[in-house]
T-cell receptor, first 116, second 114 residues
């Protein structure tokens, strides 16, 4: 069965600090996709990134970077020089062939608070 | 591109009443998904449609829940005889069939059952 674990329930950092959000996933399939979404207080889920299981290259987008390691089944997300606007709940999600490649399986989320 | 819209944004109802939510997907998207998110949890899959056909239903979708997408465009999610445990955010998402991994979410409908 698919499972996504985000062990950090809440993180609080001071503005300009770097912060890493952890995500560990479980799947029996060799083909799968991993995602990160941001949910600000307004409630709408904002797509941040998607990686497929065949692409282990790390990715950087501005202050955001992602570290995908199949060996440890982890897909961690780092925000560099955090800002107050980064305060939100962040969800890691998985979609694999066993789930029909359709519904996303989400972790419970990590609430990030960035303090000015 | 207007994005996924959901109505109403908030709904307060008394236990035992029926409620219906509407989702309008991105116009060219033929797949539509419903998720439920309770406080402090991630979204959980309920059901999805490809055009008019409801292709998959989660075990979370009890017999009090019914979803339709009659013309393959907008979808409705009805909850009959609401219970306090139904209080949650109901999220709708849509995607193109060939790009199932790009699901675009709406703002959600927050249901409170008193």
């Amino acid at each position: 069965a698919q499972k996504v674990t985000q062990a950090q329930t809440e993180i609080s950092v001071v503005e300009k600090e770097d912060v890493t959000l952890d995500c560990v996933y479980e799947t029996r399939d060799t083909t799968y996709y991993l995602f990160w979404y941001k949910q600000p207080p307004s409630g709408e889920l904002v797509f941040l990134i998607r990686r497929n299981s065949f692409d282990e290259q790390n990715e950087i987008s501005g202050r955001y970077s992602w570290n995908f390691q199949k060996s440890t089944s982890s897909f961690n997300f780092t925000i560099t020089a955090s800002q107050v606007v980064d305060s939100a709940v962040y969800f890691c999600a998985l979609s694999d062939r066993n789930s029909g490649n359709t519904p996303l399986v989400f972790g419970k989320g990590t609430r990030l608070s960035v303090i000015a | 591109d207007t994005g996924v819209s959901q109505n109403p944004r908030h709904k307060i109802t008394k236990r035992g009443q029926n409620v219906t939510f509407r989702c309008d997907p991105i116009s060219e998207h033929n797949r539509l998904y419903w998720y439920r998110q309770t406080l402090g949890q991630g979204p959980e899959f309920l059901t999805y449609f490809q055009n008019e056909a409801q292709l998959e239903k989660s075990r979370l979708l009890s017999d009090r829940f019914s979803a339709e997408r009659p013309k393959g465009s907008f979808s409705t999610l009805e909850i009959q005889r609401t219970e306090q445990g139904d209080s949650a955010m109901y999220l709708c998402a849509s995607s193109l069939q060939g790009r199932f991994y790009e699901q675009y979410f709406g703002p959600g409908t927050r249901l409170t059952v008193t």
